[in-house]
């Protein structure tokens, strides 16, 4: 059943107001006579069951929904495997500039100032970039990582959004009981790439040897799930 309350943490996965008025803040959704909340950032995006009050999304990336919602997912394995595997999300570390000193002291004339790398708050957000690969599909493990470190389960279940297109640019579909999170695949390759020929694949009939397998094994850049 749908929480007649959004979860507090959606806003933190939307884009912010500087984007499009889809991203900036949580949207409802209708699918199959449920309601769901959406909130993206414009790369992933995770569709859970709630019944409160949101803006409707926008027709045209309703239908992108739908889509979404509606999209087969057969492999399974335990969410927490697919947590090991993505890594770790989006953190706050001390800001490489004032060293958390808030302020910054000019080396050429001795002025001080606010830090305007981190705004003065001392700290900044660190987005690692981390590709792998997952049923075929590249994409930033760190965005999955982000995406699902609030949802809850233990079983989860993984697909394809099948579309129109070559399947490299289809979006991951990872989906639990009343949730589902949703990310794109890259277009390009960024900075710290990597290649590992050793492939880690889902096991649809045995969670738990896949389980095991996901355990022994560290995320690296480049890793094949």
């Known amino acids: 059943m749908a929480d007649a309350t959004a979860p507090a943490w959606l806003p ?3 884009g912010g107001p500087e984007r499009s008025p889809v991203v900036a803040q949580p949207h409802a959704l209708e699918h199959d006579g449920r ?10 995006c995770v569709i859970i069951a709630s019944g409160s009050d949101h803006p409707p999304l926008p027709d045209s990336v309703a239908a992108a929904a739908h889509r979404w919602m509606s999209a087969p997912t057969d492999r399974v394995t335990s969410l927490a495997a697919l947590r090991r595997w993505a890594g770790r999300q989006t953190h706050t570390a001390p ?5 958390g000193a808030q302020d910054y002291r000019c080396p050429t004339c001795g002025a001080r100032g606010t830090c305007l790398d981190c705004g003065g708050k001392g700290t900044v957000q ?5 590709p792998g690969t997952i049923l075929g599909l590249r994409i930033d493990r760190r965005l999955l990582a982000d995406y699902l470190q609030h949802v809850v389960g233990e079983t989860v279940l993984v697909g394809v959004v099948q579309q129109d297109g070559p399947p490299s ?11 589902r999170v949703i990310v794109m695949p890259l277009r390009w390759e960024g900075p710290g790439e990597a290649t590992d020929a050793e492939e880690y694949r889902f096991e649809e009939a045995d969670c738990e040897t896949y389980s095991a ?6 995320p690296r850049n480049g890793d094949v799930l």
Not at 39 to 44: D, F, K, R, S
Not at 126 to 130: D, F, G, K, Q, S
């Open 169 to 179: 640019e289809r979006p991951l579909v990872v989906a639990g009981e009343d949730w």
């Open 213 to 218: 397998a996901m355990a022994e094994h560290a």
């Open 95 to 99: 800001c490489p500039v004032c060293r």
């Open 35 to 44: 309601r769901y909340v959406v909130a993206t950032n414009g790369h992933a």
């Open 12 to 14: 933190s996965l939307c």
């Open 126 to 130: 660190v987005r690692e970039y981390r």
